[in-house]
């Protein structure tokens, strides 16, 4: 059974730069898409990056669009967010579908419901 688990989130300062990981246990993620998703204090969970399983199809919202970089190895995914904001705070999960031949399209890649696989959550605050 794939299981993932977040890690590296935190508190920085507005302009500050945190990497956020998923890494995948069980099985390596090579054949899963992975995307990233955000949920603020009362707001609904909302798409932030993806990448599909060959790294063909990434996408990312427009409000991280020149900040985030999301990138990945054989069994992790990273997002390297720089410039944050205070509205980049909230409660950020890693999840993975089943993309063996990495043709996902980004429309899924942008839909929660989509995914198979969700880990617990890092928090990252953004605050002076």
């Known amino acids: 059974q794939v299981q993932l688990v977040e890690s590296g989130g935190g508190s920085v300062q507005p302009g500050g730069s945190l990497r956020l990981d998923c890494a995948g246990s069980g099985i390596p993620l090579d054949f899963f898409a992975v995307g990233w998703f955000r949920q603020a204090t009362g707001k609904e969970r909302e798409g932030v990056s993806g990448?599909?399983?060959?790294?063909?199809t990434v996408y990312y919202s427009d409000q991280v669009k020149g900040r985030f970089t999301i990138s990945r190895d054989s069994n992790t995914v990273y997002l390297q967010m720089n410039s944050l904001k205070p509205e980049d705070t909230g409660v950020y999960y890693c999840?993975?579908?089943?993309?063996?031949?990495?043709?996902?399209?980004?429309?899924?890649?942008?839909?929660?419901?989509?995914?198979?696989?969700w880990g617990q959550g890092t928090l990252v605050t953004v605050s002076s």
């Open positions: 990448i599909g399983g060959n790294s063909a």
């Open positions: 999840a993975a579908i089943q993309d063996i031949r990495g043709f996902v399209a980004e429309s899924t890649l942008q839909d929660p419901a989509a995914y198979q696989i």
